[in-house]
Every structure is written in C-alpha cells, then in structure tokens.
C-alpha cells in the first residue's frame, strides 16, 4: 500500500491551494484522512472522510475554508484549502484506516491509522 501526497507549495495569505493523495484502490475503500504537523506541534488530524458515504469531518479550525472529497476511479483523495492563514503552514500528509471505529475519532486518535505518505509542505507566508 502506498500513499503520495503532492500540491504543496509557497502561498499568500488568502490564496488557495489543492493537495492530492494518490492511493491503492483498497485504501480508498476505507477510511482516509489529511492531516498536518506544523513546526515544534505535534501531528493532528485535519480532515478525515468516511468510507461508504463520503460523510466528512473537520477540525473546527478549517471548518469551511477546507473541502476533502475522493475519486475512487482515480485512486486519489484532495483537500481543496481556501482562505489559507500563516498558522496554516505544516507538512500535511495522508493517511488510511482499515478499522471500524468512527472515522470523526479516528481523525483525533492518529496513532491508529494504517498506512501513511509522505508529506507535502505548505507555507502560507506574506
């Protein structure tokens, strides 16, 4: 199982960026997930999608600026991130779960996740 996280990058405050995650086909199948470590922080979960009906949740801090959304024929995963902010900035990687529990706590219990990318760097800074 592999996951390749790709679309970071160097923007101004305000602007917008969208990452991809290409994945196995099985990974799509369950419960996937961004989530980001910004420098001296620990790892939290930002986003985590639900693995039948794509129901999705989001930490409050991007709660309508992010948008997570999946394309199983293309074996990839996005994060669409509007209005960026400074405190944005992080390494964001993807993630999947092969579990049952909720996809909500998972995204809160990250040490659970299965499988893991390698990140890519987004830098919002003026």
């Known amino acids: 199982v592999q996951l390749q996280a790709s679309g970071g990058g160097l923007v101004q405050p305000g602007e917008s960026l969208r990452l991809s995650c290409v994945a196995s086909r099985f990974t799509l199948d369950n419960t996937v997930g961004w989530f980001r470590q910004a420098p001296g922080k620990e790892r939290e979960g930002v986003s985590c999608?639900?693995?039948?009906?794509?129901?999705?949740y989001y930490i409050d801090d991007t709660k309508g600026r992010f948008t997570m959304s999946r394309d199983k024929a293309k074996s990839t995963v996005y994060l669409q991130m509007n209005s960026l902010k400074p405190e944005d900035t992080a390494v964001y990687f993807c993630?999947?779960?092969?579990?049952?529990?909720?996809?909500?706590?998972?995204?809160?219990?990250?040490?659970?996740?299965?499988?893991w990318g390698k990140g890519t760097q987004v830098t919002v800074s003026s």
């Open positions: 993630a999947a779960y092969r579990g049952s529990s909720d996809y909500a706590d998972i995204c809160r219990r990250i040490w659970e996740m299965d499988y």
């Open positions: 999608m639900e693995k039948t009906d794509s129901t999705t």
